[in-house]
Every structure is written in C-alpha cells, then in structure tokens.
C-alpha cells in the first residue's frame, strides 16, 4: 500500500474518533443533566472543539492534518528529515479538565506524521488530584489488556515511557499516575495502525467508566483549591516539557488549538 493511501486511511479513521469522543462527553453532560455542548472551530488544518460544560469545565477535543516544512533547527530532531523538511501529519489529541475534583484529568492523543519516513505516536495519561489506589489499579489493568492483546512487552516499555516522559524535573513529581506513551512506531503499517485504533477506542471506555463513578460525588472548597494546584502543575508542564506543544507551535499548527491544552483557571504555590 502506498503512502498516500495510508495516509487517507488514517485520517479518515481520526475525522471518525475525535466525533465518536465529543460525542461521549457529550452523553456524560446529558447524564448529568447538562444541555451543553461543544462549539466547533473549524480552520485551514483541521477543526478544533471546546466543550465548557458541568461535567467537564473545560474539555477540548482537537483533529489536525497539516502538510509543510518544518523549521530547519527543529527538524534536526525528526527523523527522515536529513535531506528535506518536508512532512505531512495528522491527529487528535484531547485534554480534559473537570469541574468536580474527584474527578481526573485526561489526556489523550494520537497522530501519524510521514516525512521520508513514517510512524505512529500516541498515548493517554490521567491526572487525579485526590488520590484513589483503586482506580490507579484498575485504570492500568485495562491498559494492560489493551496493550497485551497487540504485544506482552507493550505495557511495561510504554508504561516506563510515559512515567518518563510525564515528569517535571523541576518539582522533582510525576504529573499524574501515567498511563503509556510511545512513539515512532514504524515496525509495521498494519499492526501499529491497528494498536492505535485500539488505544482510541479503550480511551473512550476509560472515560465514561472513571467520569461515570465520580461525577456526583460532592466535593469541597479545600479540594478545589487541591484542583486548582494541581493544574497549575499541568500548565507548567505543557509549557515547558510537551513535545506535542512544542511539535504544533513549530509545525504551523494553530496556537488556539494547540493551547486548548490550558484549564480554565489554576493556582500556584
């Protein structure tokens, strides 16, 4: 299969998810008695929905396909760019800022980037700011089964990645409880599509089981401001460390899109 037919194949499949996961947050919203709904930004590289509800105090949900030239300085770090900058790429990437405390952050993404070479990245990771040693288990049961189902070593090595990768050096403390993250995934076409397809659609599972048993719990002023904190460190990381913020701002991606990343409000200490 040629590289322009991957690629159809693949963004077709992303236009379909990011709809199938507004629509989720959607449905957790009318659940909960909420009529809101997402307001869709569409622009030249794709269409990107904010959502500012009563579950969800600020979710965005984001679907790009840019085709251009990376920046030589940072294109140095890509690979398949030794002797063109050109690239073509596409994704959805999803962050999730609840309103209730018990309820966690979500991050989710996955994209397919092609220069002279070709490859999947992606992952999802969750932010709690009370902890819950039971979710934690179960959250990373299921993602265990996720990736055993495509490879035994999957888990561990993407788990190690994204507890890696999801860190703030500065404050010496792991943003969240993790999750798993890869990267560069070029082994084979088919299979990688395939676990990528999966991570969607057990992303879509996780969060309407972890929203669903905690939206109407009640919750405190002292455990807000634990919210608000937390966020803070969310912010700082998506600024500092992120390689997805730092890909789109370099790549002509659209800053508002990029930046829907940032919860509504946070505090600082």
């Known amino acids: 299969m040629d590289i322009k037919k991957k690629q159809k194949i693949v963004k077709k499949w992303f236009v379909e998810l990011q709809n199938i996961i507004c629509k989720s947050i959607e449905q957790l919203e009318k659940e909960y008695g909420s009529k809101k709904k997402f307001k869709s930004n569409k622009w030249k590289h794709g269409n990107f929905r904010i959502i500012e509800g009563e579950v969800f105090e600020k979710g965005g949900v984001a679907f790009s396909n840019v085709i251009g030239k990376f920046p030589k300085n940072f294109a140095k770090g890509i690979p398949g760019t030794k002797n063109n900058n050109k690239f073509w790429s596409s994704g959805v990437s999803v962050v999730l800022h609840p309103k209730n405390p018990h309820v966690p952050a979500m991050h989710f993404n996955t994209r397919f980037i092609c220069t002279k070479k070709s490859w999947f990245g992606g992952g999802m990771d969750l932010t709690p700011c009370i902890s819950d040693n ?130 509504p409000n946070a505090k600082w200490k």
């Open 134 to 263: 039971n979710q934690k288990k179960n959250y990373h049961k299921e993602l265990k089964k996720l990736c055993d189902s495509h490879n035994k070593k999957y888990y561990i090595k993407y788990k190690k990645w994204c507890d890696k990768y999801f860190y703030l050096p500065h404050r010496k403390e792991a943003r969240g409880i993790g999750g798993i993250f890869f990267d560069y995934k070029m082994e084979n076409w088919k299979k990688d599509f395939l676990l990528v397809k999966d991570v969607g659609i057990t992303f879509i599972y996780l969060l309407k089981k972890i929203t669903q048993k905690k939206m109407f719990l009640k919750w405190s002023k002292k455990e807000k401001d634990i919210q608000l904190l937390k966020r803070g460190r969310y912010v700082e990381f998506n600024l500092l460390y992120d390689r997805g913020t730092k890909f789109g701002l370099n790549s002509g991606g659209n800053p508002k899109a990029i930046l829907m990343s940032m919860p």
